[in-house]
Antibody, heavy 121, light 110 residues
Framework: QVQLVESGGGVVPPGRSLRLSCATS????????MHWVRQAPGKGLEWVAV????????YYADSVKGRFTISRDNSKNTLYLQMNSLRAEDTAVYFC??????????????WGQGTLVTVSS | QSALTQPASVSGSPGQSITISCTGT?????????VSWYQQHPGKAPKLMIY???NRPSGVSNRFSGSKSGNTASLTISGLQAEDEADYYC??????????FGGGTKLTVL
């Protein structure tokens, strides 16, 4: 069965960096686009970034552009999110999710359980 | 990248039908048939309920249906059940190759 397991969350001071990982299994990782989506406490879903199946294209929300970098290692079936210059407003549960397609940013058919990132001094 | 517009809350009695709207622009909802709907129970990950406007993934009840007219998409839940009480989010592909979510709608089953 498809599984996505996020890790790497925690408490970090403003301005510091953190890298999230999403380990996947149960499907051919290299055939699918992958996303990061976040949810601030008590708030709605906010899309963060997408990476195509082969890593050739990446797109970001304006709120994280220039600070966050999405990447993947198809040999390890793992998705990453490098988060730099963190701000208090980046505090959220971060979900990784699989796109139903290899290249389109459209349908997120499987989600992980999320990892909490808290930006606070 | 403005969020799609959804009502903050809707409610209905068991057995009734409700509809949640999701309004965007011609650069997202109106321009593509890549509208999805997600259900999220408290403390849980979102679950895909409808994709590409009106398609149901395997395992999702046929009480859930989707449609679109112009820049507005809609999710209808018929025969409301207690377990349908949750938050619902729409999303759409955009002309910037990004994804945008709606603000979410809290469904209360009375």
């Amino acid at each position: 069965q498809v599984q996505l397991v996020e890790s790497g969350g925690g408490v970090v001071p403003p301005g510091r960096s953190l890298r999230l990982s999403c380990a996947t299994s149960g499907f051919t990782f290299r055939n699918y686009g992958m996303h990061w989506v976040r949810q601030a406490p008590g708030k709605g879903l906010e899309w963060v970034a997408v990476i195509w199946y082969d890593g050739s294209n990446k797109y970001y929300a304006d709120s994280v552009k220039g600070r966050f970098t999405i990447s993947r290692d198809n040999s390890k079936n793992t998705l990453y999110l490098q988060m730099n210059s963190l701000r208090a407003e980046d505090t959220a549960v971060y979900f990784c999710a699989r796109d139903m397609d290899a290249v389109t940013t459209s349908t997120l058919d499987y989600w992980g359980q999320g990892t909490l990132v808290t930006v606070s001094s | 990248q403005s969020a799609l517009t959804q009502p903050a809350s809707v409610s209905g009695s068991p057995g009734q039908s409700i509809t949640i709207s999701c309004t965007g622009t011609s650069s997202d909802v109106g321009g593509y048939n890549y509208v999805s709907w997600y259900q999220q129970h408290p403390g849980k990950a979102p679950k895909l309920m409808i994709y590409e406007v009106s398609n149901r993934p395997s395992g999702v009840s046929n009480r859930f249906s989707g449609s679109k007219s112009g820049n507005t998409a809609s999710l209808t839940i018929s025969g409301l059940q207690a377990e349908d009480e949750a938050d619902y989010y729409c999303s759409s592909y955009t002309s910037s190759n990004t994804l945008v979510f709606g603000g979410g709608t809290k469904l209360t089953v009375l």
